[in-house]
């Protein structure tokens, strides 16, 4: 297991970054992350209609997907719209419009499937948490990497991802090495306090290290000092994380199912490697915006 897991993240972190170097360094921020964000929004999606499948629950995963992908889409429309048609349209304004045309057509979409089994109404709710748990969540990475110019905006994105899979990744070495009270045994019976703790520990660590070296190395000028603040940056996306990583497990408790899907070896699905970014990216955003770090 250990094997495969190590294998994949050799595949995926290289192509990552390569990514990354071409989103700073060539074209508009954000154009070459932005096919590679959707592209994981509508797999996300897919695999969530997949776990309510298997929970016995009759989704329409074709019309979610499409439209998580479009909630998506809406938060990137300054990457590929010029800036002088966006005069006047609030930042909140697409992704809103978005939100409200995928609810309306989810509602009326269970109109024609209406069968008198009480359930036409929980399918309704259970489409709309989909676009919102995976769309509008998955969202927020484009207005990180939008933050304030190319280089703090750099900075937000890569920060974010950073902070919080090292943090998964910190939790998942103190856990086993370390772990011996359980957090939510029902819930995730693998989670420990001590993992937990481990991985606020390990996110602190780092968020201190992106502040001190990543920060010089793409923002020319002077720099404020703000250790402290990125340490108190570091410990909220490891809970953000964390959060995210119990609500995934309480998805895949409520429907049966182990794993999200199996096409990544040792690592399971997107949403195995997602599920911590979906609640950290939009606390990320409050962060940045709130000025709790940045320039």
């Known amino acids: 297991m250990l ?10 972190i290289p192509s990552v970054l390569v990514l990354v170097w071409l989103d700073y360094h060539c074209g ?3 154009a070459w992350l932005m096919p590679l964000m959707l592209t994981l929004t509508g797999m996300a999606a897919w695999e969530v209609n997949g776990l309510l499948r298997a929970g016995g629950q009759n989704p329409r995963p074709m019309l979610t997907t499409v439209f998580a992908v479009g909630v998506a889409a809406s938060f990137c429309l300054p990457i590929v719209v010029p800036q ?7 930042v909140t304004g697409p992704p809103l419009i978005a939100v409200t045309v995928a609810v309306l057509a989810i509602l009326a979409a ?40 190319n280089a703090w905006g750099m900075i937000a994105l890569v920060s974010m ?13 103190f856990g086993k090495t370390l772990g011996r009270t359980k957090m939510t045994p029902r819930l995730s019976p693998g989670k420990t306090v001590e993992g937990a703790l481990g991985g606020v520990f390990t996110a602190c660590c780092v968020a201190w290290l992106l502040q001190r070296f990543l920060i010089p190395a793409l923002v020319t000028g002077p720099i404020r000092e ?4 990125w340490i108190c940056y570091g410990a ?21 199912t182990k794993d999200s899907s199996r096409w990544l070896p040792g690592l399971g699905g997107v949403m195995d490697i997602v599920d911590s970014i979906l609640f950290a990216a939009p606390v990320a ?11």
């Open 285 to 295: 955003y409050a962060c940045w915006v709130l000025g709790l770090i940045g320039p």
């Open 236 to 256: 909220i996306l490891a809970a953000a994380g964390m959060v995210g990583d119990l609500v995934e497990s309480l998805l895949k408790r409520e429907m049966h």
């Open 161 to 173: 991802l950073t902070i919080t899979k090292f943090a998964d990744t910190g939790a998942f070495v």
């Open 84 to 90: 002088s048609w966006l005069t006047g349209i609030a």
């Open 226 to 229: 703000q250790a402290g603040a």
């Open 110 to 149: 269970e109109l024609p499937r209406f069968n008198g089994n009480g359930q036409s109404l929980s399918q309704a709710a259970w489409g709309i948490y989909t676009i919102l748990y995976i769309g509008l969540l998955f969202g927020f990475l484009a207005p990180l990497r939008l933050f304030h110019g």
């Open 28 to 30: 508009n921020p954000g």
């Open 3 to 12: 094997r495969w897991r190590l294998l994949s993240a050799a595949v995926i």
